[in-house]
């Protein structure tokens, strides 16, 4: 049964059109196909068709009279019945839609084969299939080897031209002696040597790409490192327009949608390697996401000028679909520009929630903004600033985060980028790992962080996130994406980072057919996040007040708290205490042992402890000796504070010294600044970070300021318990008064 409302493809509309016209009018298909309206259909496939119609035109013309298909079915039209059969017979041997004309002809197909095979003197095409006499890529191959002869002749000729025939004029026309003649008879040799040389690296330079089968590969329509393997990958905007709307769109020029036949990821791989420049089919992880044959050329299309579709690699929108935030939530994309992930992440959320953007570098922050707007991806806010500046109780309401921080991009072509300097990969891990531990500290209500590089180099990748992961306290946890993926998927982590390496994606060229990507997944351990939550509630506002009063979380020199000394002292030795019994403690009760720690220090044990010392201060006090008072105050509250630190350092799995030299190394490679980088994803700069040394001693120390007061839950819990010994000193003074 057809359908009314099914419309013949276009392509096969246009192409019975020019067929028409060469065949009433004269003229050639090239010169029709260069038509302005013709720039978004695939010329190639309408040329390729209407040839193969012109080529088998007769045979069609014996096989329709044969049948009276024309005379039985008045309403068809001849000239795209011809382009139809001639797709049917000769082409395809497939139609794909449903529309009157093709299951018309369809319906004729037995009979057009039974006369094909009854009649196989008249009708010859079957033969004419074998293709030409010499095959493209032996005239290509002639080509070469023609070039490469012409270039040894006049290697080997001209040079000896020039040398006799500079000799030659000189002799004859100019009185110079024999040195000079000679010097400028082999000068003249060596130039022209030089220039054949030029020629011919100009040329190679500039020499076209062919495929196994001879077709030109369009460099053009690559990314600057793509290999000619990697399918082409055309993501749907969905802010505006369907993925049904899209796939009619791409059939109605030309494209055969396969669909994916079987269930596993491996199959798929096969079906996308087998794809000719007719078909595409759906990604098998993104539904949003259609593959093409490598080389398919989107950068004119209308679809891809209208921002309807995104031309995105199909592993860095894997980072989007495992960070899967629901549709409502919000999101905060710390290394937004050139914004493929932002748009993609408003296209998911279908508009609905918040997407935070943050870029810091100006250029980029425009091309950000400037895709932003043509997408269409309304609940976007860019942020143009550094995302280590956003603090802690800037966007507390982030739940999701994606993280894409500038990498050394060698997984965008190794061949490329197989070796980098020490030092500039350490910078730029240093960075990753500043920039991962930001995000896992300055926003209270992430559930969960897609942490993701172009970089095939583990110490960007499963480095960077065991590192960091083991600081976090137990808080953040690498989900295994093999269980994300449900089983679909082939690489992963290196093991030598341990389970949480094995735990991250890879994805790569030659396998996944995709550029070199990484991600890890670390979602919020639930417990901690409700603990934090709890911490948030009760100090959130008093963190704001006294970061004003305490600046950078040092110790505060007020005399008043003189009488608290003892009290302090146990607190520290208690701590002391548990610090011992955390460190031989395995990592799993870390968690709850940080936690009695910081319990130790919760308003009420400092009310009571302080209301003991009170007294025993009160008697030794009496001397009312209040520069010593306060001299001793100042001590013992710094040193409360170092102790603070140290439990917190601790606590971590993390070997303490370590650590301490790693921080001390990273501090001193971000004063030896670096060139910037070059993003992969765009033509301007990327910002990664590493710049100049008086610019970055600044932010250093203002990020390090920062950091201090807001990083860790402990300098936040530090400022709550200096908030509320404070408050009892101020209480225990006036009594004292009184
Ligand atoms: C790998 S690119 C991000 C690509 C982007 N996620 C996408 O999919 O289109 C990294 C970006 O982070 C930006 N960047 C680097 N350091 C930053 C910082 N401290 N704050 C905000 N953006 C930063 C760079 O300028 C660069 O544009």
């Known amino acids: 049964m057809f359908e009314h409302s099914v419309k013949v493809p276009r392509h096969y509309k246009v192409a019975a059109n020019i067929f028409k016209k060469v065949a009433t009018e004269g003229g050639s298909v090239k010169n029709l196909l260069y038509d302005d309206k013709l720039k978004h259909f695939r010329t190639n496939v309408l040329y390729a068709l209407i040839t193969e119609t012109i080529k088998h035109a007769t045979d069609i013309d014996k096989i329709f009279e044969n049948c009276g298909i024309l005379a039985k079915e008045q309403r068809l039209d001849p000239w795209l019945a011809k382009i139809l059969t001639a797709e049917l017979l000769f082409g395809k041997k497939a139609l794909p839609g449903k529309s009157k004309p093709e299951l018309t002809i369809l319906s004729y197909k037995e009979q057009f084969e039974n006369f094909r095979s009854e009649n196989p003197d008249e009708v010859k095409s079957k033969e004419t299939d074998k293709g030409p006499l010499i095959p493209k890529q032996t005239k290509l191959a002639a080509l070469a080897l023609a070039n490469l002869f012409l270039y040894s002749v006049a290697m080997f000729t001209l040079p000896f031209i020039a040398f006799f025939g500079v000799r030659h004029v000189l002799t004859d026309y100019y009185p110079v002696d024999q040195f000079t003649r000679n010097v400028w008879s082999v000068v003249s040799a060596v130039v022209v040597v030089n220039v054949i040389i030029a020629m011919y690296v100009y040329k190679a330079y500039h020499e076209k790409e062919y495929d196994e089968h001879g077709n030109e590969i369009d460099q053009h329509s690559y990314g600057p490192h793509e290999t000619s393997k990697k399918p082409r990958y055309v993501r749907i905007n969905t802010n505006l327009l369907t993925t049904s709307d899209a796939i009619r769109a791409f059939q109605d020029e030309g494209y055969k949608f396969i669909r994916c036949t079987s269930g596993s990821y491996d199959d798929y791989l096969k079906q996308i390697q087998g794809l000719t420049e007719y078909d595409f089919t759906q990604d098998y992880h993104v539904k949003t996401m259609f593959v093409f044959a490598p080389g398919t050329k989107f950068h004119d299309h209308d679809l891809y000028l209208n921002n309807q579709i995104i031309l995105q690699d199909k592993a860095t929108a894997l980072a989007v679909h495992l960070l899967a935030p629901p549709s409502g939530s919000t999101v905060l994309d710390m290394c937004a520009a050139p914004g493929m992930k932002t748009t993609q992440v408003a296209a998911y959320l279908r508009n609905q929630g918040k997407v935070y953007a943050v870029e810091r570098n100006d250029q980029r922050y425009q091309t950000l903004c400037q895709l932003v707007e043509s997408t269409s991806s309304k609940c976007v806010e860019t942020i143009h600033k550094d995302v280590l500046e956003i603090k802690r109780g800037d966007l507390d309401d982030v739940e999701y985060v994606l993280l894409d921080p500038s990498c050394s991009g060698s997984g965008m072509d190794f061949s490329v980028h197989n070796y980098i300097e020490d030092t500039r990969l350490a910078k730029l891990t240093s960075l ?22 172009c970089s095939i180099f583990p110490e960007e990748n499963e480095r960077v996130v065991t590192n960091v992961v083991k600081t976090s306290r ?6 295994d994406v093999k269980e994300l993926l449900k089983n679909q998927w082939n690489n992963y982590g290196s ?3 341990g389970s949480m390496g094995t735990r991250c994606l890879y994805s790569r060229p030659d396998t996944d057919m995709t550029t070199g990507f990484f991600l890890a997944v670390l979602d919020r351990d639930q417990k901690a996040r409700d603990d934090e939550g709890k911490n948030l509630n009760i100090d959130d506002n008093k963190v704001k007040s006294m970061s004003k009063d305490i600046p950078n979380g040092k110790a505060v020199h007020e005399a008043e708290y003189a009488s608290t ?19 031989s403690e395995n990592e799993s009760d870390i968690k709850n042992n940080v936690t009695e720690i910081e319990s130790d220090l919760t308003k009420g044990d400092v009310e009571t402890k302080m209301k003991k010392k009170h007294k025993k201060s009160k008697s030794k006090d009496d001397g009312n000796d209040q520069e010593f008072k306060q001299s001793v105050t100042e001590e013992v509250i710094a040193e409360y504070h170092q102790d603070i630190t140290e439990v917190d350092r601790s606590d971590r799995t993390d070997n303490i010294e370590t650590k301490k030299k790693k921080r001390k190394k990273s501090k001193t490679l971000e004063h030896d600044t670096g060139e910037d980088d070059n993003s992969k994803q765009n033509h301007e700069p990327e910002d990664d970070g590493l710049e100049e040394p008086s610019k970055k001693k600044k932010k250093k120390k203002k990020s390090e300021e920062e950091s201090t007061a807001n990083d860790s839950s402990v300098s936040n819990h530090l ?10 000193k101020k209480k225990k003074k006036k009594n004292h008064l009184d």
């Open 719 to 728: 400022d709550f318990t200096e908030d509320n010994v404070k408050e009892k």
């Open 432 to 453: 990753q790992e500043k920039f991962l531990k930001h995000a896992m500290n300055a926003f209270p209500n992430a559930k969960r962080i897609v942490y993701s590089t």
């Open 495 to 497: 093991g030598m980072y």
């Open 474 to 479: 137990a808080k953040w946890r690498v989900q």
């Open 565 to 583: 000394l003892d009290e302090v002292s146990d607190v520290i030795v208690k701590k002391k205490k548990k610090k011992e019994r955390i460190r």
